[in-house]
């Protein structure tokens, strides 16, 4: 029997271990098959919430806030690419930009009600990671919303308007409370957490744990 699983992904639409982590729980949740019935919701987080809107190259933004070099740069980045590549993903390889997310997040929580949020989700991912493209934009988010089946007109009218926006705010301020300080965390049942792009076995691994302790609560309360 299936036995059931709720997961909020709390993720931004520019943390490359974001993708990574998905993947990676995508796959585990594969591997596990008809032992979890999952139910996935992707939970807002601006990892650079004061982002200018013309966005700031990745380097010097990478510099600024963690006092990287450029040899640790091109490092972790090519540590990114593998992992990557190793869950199916592509990170183009060059320099791209930065830029604010939240208009991202206000769509992805129209299409949650639309029941298009992981679709849209994964092809924002590929659009700013793959592509480069601006995820600031309004026209790049209503192109990405078509592209998933979700209504144009309609996603431009939630851009062009503040809908969404009070219940994205609450949201992020919800999970800052509960002591999400990076990202992607990954909450089981809203009371495991798991932190960071893990490999597939340690989601495996995880779920397994989870389903096998709250199997045994219930099984002492009978």
Same mark, same amino acid.
């Given at each position: 029997m299936?036995?059931?699983?709720?997961?909020?992904?709390?993720? /931004?639409?520019?943390?490359?271990?974001?993708?990574?982590?998905?993947? @990676?729980? /995508?796959? !585990?949740?594969?591997?596990?098959?008809?032992?979890?019935?999952?139910h996935?919701?992707?939970?807002?987080?601006?990892l650079?919430?004061?982002?200018?809107?013309?966005?700031?190259?990745?380097f010097?933004?990478? !510099?600024?806030?963690?006092?990287?070099?450029?040899?640790?740069?091109?490092?972790? @980045?090519?540590?990114?690419?593998?992992?990557?590549?190793?869950?199916?993903?592509?990170f183009?390889?060059?320099?791209?930009?930065? +830029?604010?997310?939240?208009?991202?997040h206000?769509?992805?929580?129209? @299409?949650?009600?639309?029941?298009?949020?992981?679709?849209?989700?994964?092809?924002?991912?590929?659009?700013?990671?793959?592509?480069?493209?601006?995820?600031?934009?309004?026209k790049?988010?209503? /192109?990405? @919303?078509?592209?998933?089946?979700?209504?144009?007109?309609?996603?431009?009218?939630?851009? !062009?308007?503040?809908? +969404?926006?009070?219940?994205?705010?609450?949201?992020?301020?919800?999970?800052?409370?509960?002591?999400?300080?990076?990202?992607?965390?990954?909450?089981?049942?809203?009371? +495991? !957490?798991?932190?960071?792009?893990?490999?597939?076995?340690?989601?495996?691994?995880?779920?397994?744990?989870?389903?096998?302790?709250?199997?045994?609560?219930?099984?002492a309360?009978e």
């Amino acid at each position: 029997m299936s036995t059931p699983l709720k997961i909020d992904f709390i993720s /931004d639409v520019s943390c490359p271990w974001c993708i990574i982590g998905l993947r @990676a729980l /995508d796959q !585990a949740l594969e591997h596990l098959g008809d032992e979890v019935q999952a139910h996935i919701h992707f939970q807002p987080f601006e990892l650079n919430p004061k982002m200018v809107p013309e966005g700031q190259e990745i380097f010097e933004h990478i !510099a600024e806030k963690y006092g990287s070099t450029h040899e640790q740069y091109q490092a972790n @980045a090519e540590n990114i690419r593998e992992r990557g590549a190793e869950l199916g993903f592509v990170f183009k390889p060059g320099d791209r930009r930065i +830029y604010n997310t939240f208009d991202a997040h206000r769509l992805l929580h129209w @299409a949650e009600l639309e029941g298009k949020q992981q679709a849209l989700k994964e092809a924002l991912f590929t659009a700013y990671f793959s592509q480069h493209a601006d995820v600031s934009s309004h026209k790049v988010l209503a /192109d990405v @919303a078509q592209k998933v089946g979700m209504d144009r007109v309609r996603a431009e009218a939630v851009l !062009a308007s503040d809908q +969404y926006a009070a219940q994205v705010r609450e949201l992020e301020e919800l999970w800052v409370t509960r002591g999400v300080s990076s990202v992607p965390t990954i909450v089981f049942n809203d009371q +495991y !957490a798991v932190t960071g792009g893990q490999p597939v076995d340690v989601f495996v691994g995880a779920i397994r744990q989870i389903i096998s302790e709250q199997s045994s609560v219930v099984n002492a309360d009978e």
